[in-house]
């Protein structure tokens, strides 16, 4: 029922658009109009696919041994981003789902951070590995900081201007995080900026 309800809302602002440029084109064809008509066509599919991504979250991975810092050494050399300190540290994992988790709050940081640089770092513990995704942007509310998890929920304000997204982001990092056993959380840093953080058990 909430997956449905995104996708009704979601989708009809750009097929609106859609609408509304083909029977513009109708009478004066234009480059310009096809091109927006296109990116509409684009906005929809990208929606789309982060629906029926959110809905493919609820199945666990098979585990297998995973080399945590080889996985974050790839993910930051993919992303442009900083590893901070990454350590020896193997755990039973599914690959998939922890590549898809790290990778979406790096783009998370990336969008959010207001262009500041993001960093990875990496804390091994016998009983547990720790994930760390930091940025030196506006950080959240403190009271909206496990709203941002809800599937559609979009923060008002710095962290939410311009920056286009779905909504869907977070909640699939929760869902997939909690489908294998694993927690995820916000704090707001310190010295300005936002952390998350993925705990693993070993």
Do not use: F
């Given at each position: 029922?909430?997956?449905?309800?995104?996708?009704?809302?979601?989708?009809?602002?750009?097929?609106?658009?859609?609408?509304?440029?083909?029977?513009?084109?109708?009478?004066?064809?234009?480059?310009?109009?096809?091109?927006?008509?296109?990116?509409?066509?684009?906005?929809?599919?990208?929606?789309?696919?982060?629906?029926?991504?959110?809905?493919?979250?609820?199945?666990?991975?098979?585990?297998?041994?995973?080399?945590?810092?080889?996985?974050?050494?790839?993910?930051?050399?993919?992303?442009?981003?900083?590893?901070?300190?990454?350590?020896?540290?193997?755990?039973?994992?599914?690959?998939?789902?922890?590549?898809?988790?790290?990778?979406?709050?790096?783009?998370?940081?990336?969008?959010?951070?207001?262009?500041?640089?993001?960093?990875?770092?990496?804390?091994?513990?016998?009983?547990?590995?720790?994930?760390?995704?930091?940025?030196?942007?506006?950080?959240?509310?403190?009271?909206?900081?496990?709203?941002?998890f809800r599937p559609f929920y979009r923060l008002e304000g710095s962290r939410a201007q311009s920056t286009g997204g779905t909504g869907l982001g977070l909640a699939i990092?929760?869902?997939?995080?909690?489908?294998?056993?694993?927690?995820?959380?916000?704090?707001?840093?310190?010295?300005?900026?936002?952390?998350?953080?993925?705990?693993?058990?070993?």
């Open positions: 029922t909430t997956l449905l309800a995104g996708i009704s809302h979601d989708l009809r602002t750009p097929m609106t658009r859609l609408q509304l440029n083909l029977e513009m084109l109708r009478d004066a064809p234009e480059p310009a109009r096809i091109d927006k008509a296109v990116a509409d066509l684009d906005d929809m599919n990208r929606l789309i696919a982060g629906y029926l991504e959110l809905a493919r979250t609820t199945q666990p991975e098979t585990r297998v041994s995973v080399d945590l810092a080889a996985l974050l050494g790839g993910l930051a050399a993919e992303a442009g981003v900083g590893v901070a300190a990454s350590v020896p540290c193997r755990v039973g994992a599914g690959p998939l789902a922890l590549r898809q988790i790290v990778a979406n709050l790096i783009q998370n940081a990336q969008r959010y951070g207001g262009d500041t640089p993001v960093e990875l770092a990496l804390e091994c513990a016998p009983a547990e590995a720790c994930i760390y995704v930091r940025d030196g942007g506006p950080g959240i509310p403190a009271d909206q900081l496990d709203k941002v990092v929760r869902q997939l995080a909690e489908t294998n056993g694993w927690k995820v959380t916000l704090r707001n840093r310190p010295q300005g900026g936002l952390e998350a953080a993925l705990r693993i058990r070993r």
